[in-house]
């Protein structure tokens, strides 16, 4: 099999030969072991393709700046785009550091290229398949898989003749591989962002389901939620890297909602709104929340109600019922009449669910109401953060430290995964957050791959 390394990170401490060397050995960890070879070529007949990029990369799952989705990875199949290996070029790639807000470039290549060949994630703890991000693995020189791994892929292809099962592959002496150079002792270093909310400990300007996912939004930042309600990265994405066309000095969102008439993204701050198709916003945006029939003064909340498929905005103790397929506001609102029975007011904002539900929040709680009801369901109030982003009790009871305003220090991404289908093929998009097993790809690599996507903080599918 024949891999490529078709683009580089351009703005990196590692160079091209350095990068180049990380491929090749991260795929020779498999290689050692099964009777796959690979072997690099300069041409465009590659079976293994892979890129640094930025953002939308014309393959349907924009990457969104530094953190979120780190890298995604095709699985077997019969995709033109079978094999292809993308890197997030935002970044911060790392190799021989000590560096904890970096990426190990090679750790997530390795894991990258075991979802090329065909296997999907594992829960144990020592997989490098595991769905969460655990930081470097050592020396490329000197790795081992794990016998998990080593197992499965051995269940794919077999084990190569000259491999014992229980035998620890031997470091090659031969001068026929590339030499991975020592990092310089002034190597740069990244500076972190220390306006980042702390999921665990913070209040939501905004939550949104948005095709099947959920979103929640604080200050400059959002986490998402996939359609099994896992948390797709533990480090929140940057609002305008994701949504271009948004103030790069917009502080805050007010509410965000997907139009169920064409499935376009409706975002609300102060007195103006925009409307994006998937990532791009409209021309002509933004304009006055009064097109809507809306007060200047802004909203708190808005969401889609599946029971009657109306659109609700809420201002403080009033609400208003907009139908989104006529453009119009309904007649009699706003109303000051609680519709559902045991939400409070005002709320942060609230959201339909793919459970048959619809969602409120206010502060660090939410409350849960059936669409064929209009009483909140027994057992709520309850966390947001215990229940929706994967915080323990310790992480969502602790008090602040002194000073720290809702915002904490960077924790170790994780990862987890979720499949999904576009273009008729399968995707299994590798995240932050708890485990969820891929369907199984084919047991044998042909010429093209599907994807699978790794990240220290996602967004793999494109919206």
Known sequence: LYFRVRTFPKESQLGHDTVRALMYYALKVWSDITPLNFHEVAGNNADIQIDFSKADHNDGYPFDGPGGTVAHAFFPGDHHTAGDTHFDDDEYWTFRSSDTHGMDLFAVAVHE?????????????ES?????????????????LPYEDKVRIWQLYGVRESVSPTAKPEVSKTDDHPILPELPENRSTVLFRRDVPNRCKTHFDAVAQIRGEAFFFKGKYFWRLTRNKHLVSLQPAQIHRFWRGLPLNLDSLDAVYERTSDHKIVFFKGDRYWIFKDNNVEEGYPRPISDFGLPLEGIDAAFSWAHNDKTYFFKDNLYWRYDDHERRMD????????????IPSPLDDAMRWSDGASYFFKGKEYWKVLDSELEVQPGYPRSIARDWLVCSDMQADAPEAAGSSGTGTRSRPGQHDESRSKNGYEVCSCTSGTPSLCPHPIARLTASLLLAVWTAALICAAL
């Open 113 to 125: 290229f075991g979802h090329a060949i065909g296997l999907t994630h594992i829960s144990a703890i």
């Open 128 to 144: 490098i398949m595991r769905p969460y991000y655990q930081g470097p693995v050592g020396d490329p020189l000197k790795y081992d």
């Open 331 to 342: 007649p009699g609102y706003p109303s000051e009449t609680v519709l559902w029975k045991g």
